[in-house]
């Protein structure tokens, strides 16, 4: 029985690729993350890797002079996870790598213009912590818990941060990192009733100032609020399906302490489904679609595979 809690587990854990929507391409992005609070036994680590393909329509910071502006990028990613305890809680900590390869494309000053970038995207390191829910477990104390709680309630919080170490030249005005620690502090819930599972997340980006934007100016860039639900169904031999919806607002920017009118919006959507293939192995596949609400952001499409294992 305990080999088919780690499959379930391998099943459960999420390697947040895609749906990873790209909003803006040198400014953030904003994801779509389901089963983000679900617990994993101590004492087990995951490692995945991932492949996402994103295109679509961008509207740009207007210094940009950019229009009919598209974008498309296949990026890949690596994901090591890992459980632990923080007294009798059960926190975690997970690094996310990407390397992107990425295509702009519109009318520059009335010239149409197309430039491509090759290399790693800023890295992500995640410490969580679920301070309501099941205590941190063993796979046979958690096998137990789950048959004798079918249903039951996590709270958690989180602090990420993007390092800015990704592909970026401040000569050029689209990048693939960003030159700016993001920092992302998150709560979140997860509600387990049967086969059926409930959660929703909000989380604020917070942005170091970019002193090196496009020949020696600064960027400033407030904050961005960020929301996202998620509704999943499990079904016979630990295949799952989840539909999720997000919302961001805000990440207004300042150049060189002049304002800009780019306050972001957008509507996220989103369907992903993973099942078993080999012992302790998964494999996740994921559509996701942005919509933007404001002046500045994107209309995109995207699609995604992923594999984890547990070791």
């Known amino acids: 029985m305990i080999k088919y809690l780690y499959i379930l587990q391998a099943v459960i854990l999420k390697i947040g690729f895609l749906i990873a929507i790209l909003i803006h391409a040198n400014s953030f992005s904003q994801d779509i993350e389901p089963r983000r609070w679900t617990s994993m036994p101590i004492g087990t680590n995951a490692v995945g890797f991932g492949y996402s393909h ?8 207007p210094v940009l002079q950019l229009k009919d502006g598209s974008v498309m990028v296949n990026s890949i990613a690596v994901q090591y996870v890992r459980p ?19 295509k702009w494309e519109g009318i520059l000053n ?16 995640r410490l969580s912590l679920n301070f309501i829910g099941p205590k941190a477990m063993s796979p046979k104390e958690m096998q137990a818990f789950r048959k004798e709680n079918p249903s039951y309630t996590t709270f958690g919080a989180s602090i990420a941060v993007n390092l800015p170490i ?27 009733w049967g086969t059926w ?4 997340s909000t989380s604020v980006f917070f942005y170091t100032n970019n002193t090196d934007y496009y020949v020696n100016k600064t960027k400033e860039q407030n904050p961005l609020f960020a929301m996202q639900t998620h509704l999943t169904k499990e079904f016979k ?10 919302y961001g607002l805000g990440g207004h920017s300042i150049v060189n302490r002049q304002s800009k009118n780019d306050e972001r919006g957008n509507l996220l959507g989103g369907l992903s489904a993973g099942m078993p293939i080999y012992k302790k192995q998964s494999l996740k596949i994921g559509y996701g679609t942005t919509l933007t609400v404001k002046d ?16």
């Not at 632990?84 to 990425?102: E, K, L, T």
């Not at 009335?110 to 390191?125: K, L, Y």
């Not at 990192?177 to 997860?190: E, F």
């Open 296 to 311: 500045i952001g994107a209309t995109t499409n995207g699609f995604s595979v992923g594999w984890s294992s547990i070791f």
């Open 237 to 246: 031999h630990r295949i799952w399906t989840t539909i999720s919806f997000g």
């Open 197 to 200: 599972s409930y959660e929703l």
């Open 166 to 192: 990704g592909q970026y030249d401040g000569d050029k005005l689209l990048n693939i990192g960003t030159n700016s620690v993001v920092i992302r502090p998150q709560i979140g819930m997860v509600h387990i």
């Open 84 to 102: 632990f305890r923080i007294g009798n809680r059960q926190a975690r900590i997970d690094v996310q790598i990407p390397y992107s390869f990425a």
């Open 110 to 125: 009335g010239e149409d213009r197309e430039v491509s970038r090759n290399g790693f995207a800023d890295p992500r390191i």
């Open 54 to 61: 994103v295109f679509g329509n961008i509207d740009v910071d």
